[in-house]
T-cell receptor, first 117, second 113 residues
Framework: DTEVTQTPKHLVMGMTNKKSLKCEQH?????MYWYKQKAKKPPELMFV???????INESVPSRFSPECPNSSLLNLHLHALQPEDSALYLC????????????????FGQGTRLTVV | AQSVTQLDSHVSVSEGTPVLLRCNYS??????LFWYVQHPNKGLQLLLK??????LVKGINGFEAEFKKSETSFHLTKPSAHMSDAAEYFC???????????FGSGTKLNVKP
């Protein structure tokens, strides 16, 4: 199984709503990622979890709150979003490798298309 | 520091003709390099990767790329384009922080009948 599964595929939410994006992988990967992708742009890294601990936060606003309940699951909790937060949110996972060693690839989910109204 | 430059934002080819998508990188360490493809409203699919083995890397769907350290390049090629190759292509380099992947700005490939 080389899949990263994201739910939901589409989400429309109001600016006062609270919602969550979910991501699951069963490849035994211990690094998991959230990326945000605006139209016609490359993905931008938001968060990285390593062994279920937050290792990188790319100065993301606090209205985005990540959570890694176990080694297979990654959530992104959303609250009080703005219309400019509308984007494709991609989850990815990869094997952990030693520092400065050659990296393995990241496996990406299909994404959640988020629209904030 | 790591960075990636994709030299063309758009490339247009006719079906059956060769494809060349260009990528240059900058890395403080021996890099791992990847090419991903993204079809509209989809996630990213790995085409191929270079991780210090053979410099000519073969990937899926007939794509290949050559790692040239002297030129700091990792260009993606395919001998004969197919209509289904029309998509956005991203060149990616991994960082010295092994949990960071740096994306190029992307190249949109258009394939004409």
């Amino acid at each position: 199984d080389t899949e990263v599964t994201q739910t939901p595929k589409h989400l429309v939410m109001g600016m006062t709503n609270k919602k969550s994006l979910k991501c699951e992988q069963h490849m035994g990967h211990r690094a998991m990622y959230w990326y945000k992708q605006k139209a016609k742009k490359p993905p931008e890294l938001m968060f990285v979890y390593s062994y279920e601990k937050l290792s990188i936060n790319e100065s993301v606003p606090s209205r985005f709150s990540p959570e890694c309940p176990n080694s297979s699951l990654l959530n992104l909790h959303l609250h009080a979003l703005q219309p400019e937060d509308s984007a494709l949110y991609l989850c990815a996972s990869s094997q952990e490798t030693g520092l400065h060693s050659m990296n393995t690839e990241a496996f990406f989910g299909q994404g959640t298309r988020l629209t904030v109204v | 520091a790591q960075s990636v430059t994709q030299l063309d934002s758009h490339v247009s080819v006719s079906e059956g003709t060769p494809v060349l998508l260009r990528c240059n990188y900058s890395s403080s360490y021996s890099p791992s390099l990847f090419w991903y493809v993204q079809h509209p409203n989809k996630g990213l699919q790995l085409l191929l990767k270079y991780t210090s083995a053979a410099t000519l890397v073969k990937g899926i769907n007939g794509f290949e790329a050559e790692f040239k350290k002297s030129e700091t390049s990792f260009h993606l090629t395919k001998p004969s384009a197919h209509m289904s190759d029309a998509a956005e292509y991203f060149c990616v380099v991994s960082g010295d922080n092994f949990n960071k992947f740096y994306f190029g700005s992307g190249t949109k490939l258009n394939v004409k009948p």
